[in-house]
């Protein structure tokens, strides 16, 4: 019995012959995400103090915050990674008893810190065994999600029989991110997409990001880049110490004075004389 990479390569050489493309339909401005009063943490260390959070779909929502805020642990808990307490809501549909793989079947996909990718693997490979959610589901045209991969991050395209091992941070990155693009998700949840990379590389990925509005997906972005991040989101979390400090629309956030003090980095405007 052919193994998942070996399906996954099959699907792509059909697809390749066939060359059918699919638009993925536009979707409502439901509310995809909400989280309430949510508790989680590590063993009997508890990091997150009942946190509140909502993502209306095809939204970009940010979470922004200082080291050891406890901004990973809420991906994971969304995840299903870690344990919580709490109500976490998809599509109007609870959360608490759904595994990790279920919530990734659901359309859930998170590109995590440490970027998980199979380094010994080319990069193509890596993107074809993110397309394993819609092989799963009968829905997998892997020719046309490689396309919108490969056009999202062209450097992928000249790299895509290079081992992901050997390629730069920022590939890395890039590369992180298409393979989960290549479920199709409809909420993207990346944690510290910027970390590690270089100023001019941190625009580009932000770049993509602020250009996955016109998919529809809807993304959950964590980041300490908090400019970058408010520059790019509709809405804005501040997460201290396992709570909500601060919320509302993101260009609201980036004028005020306590986020401009504390995150920015950049002096508030003098009042006139």
């Not at 052919?2 to 638009?23: C, I, K, M, N, V």
């Not at 890039?174 to 590690?196: K, N, T, W, Y």
């Amino acid at each position: 019995m052919p193994g998942p990479l070996a399906t996954l390569r099959s699907l792509h050489a059909e697809a390749l012959r066939r060359r059918t493309y699919e638009t993925k339909p536009a979707m409502s401005a439901e509310l995809l995400l909400e989280v309430r009063d949510l508790h989680a943490g590590y063993g009997r260390a508890e990091v997150l103090h009942g946190l509140n959070l909502k993502a209306p779909a095809g939204s970009v929502i940010t979470v922004i915050g200082p080291n050891g805020a406890g901004k990973s642990t809420l991906l994971n808990a969304l995840m299903g990674v870690l344990p919580s307490r709490g109500a976490i809501s998809y599509r109007g549909q609870p959360q608490a008893l759904r595994t990790l793989e279920e919530r990734v079947m659901q359309g859930i996909a998170l590109v995590p810190e440490t970027r998980a990718l199979f380094g010994t693997m080319p990069v193509e490979d890596n993107l074809l065994l993110g397309g394993y959610r819609l092989v799963r589901l009968g829905r997998a045209d892997t020719a046309a999600d490689l396309d919108r991969v490969y056009t999202l991050f062209p450097r992928l395209k000249e790299r895509r029989l290079q081992l992901a091992g050997t390629l730069s941070g920022g590939e890395r990155q890039m590369l992180a991110v298409g393979r989960a693009l290549m479920g199709q998700p409809d909420l993207l949840m990346l944690d510290e997409p910027s970390l590690g990379l270089a100023p001019l590389v941190v625009r580009e990925i932000f770049r993509t990001i602020e250009g996955l509005r016109a998919t529809g997906v809807t993304i959950l972005l964590v980041e300490q880049n908090a400019r970058a991040a408010l520059e790019v989101a509709d809405h804005g979390y501040v997460l201290e110490m396992g709570e909500i400090a601060l919320e509302g629309p993101a260009d609201e956030l980036a004028r005020d004075p306590r986020v401009i003090d504390t995150y920015l980095g950049a002096a508030r405007p003098k009042s006139a004389a």
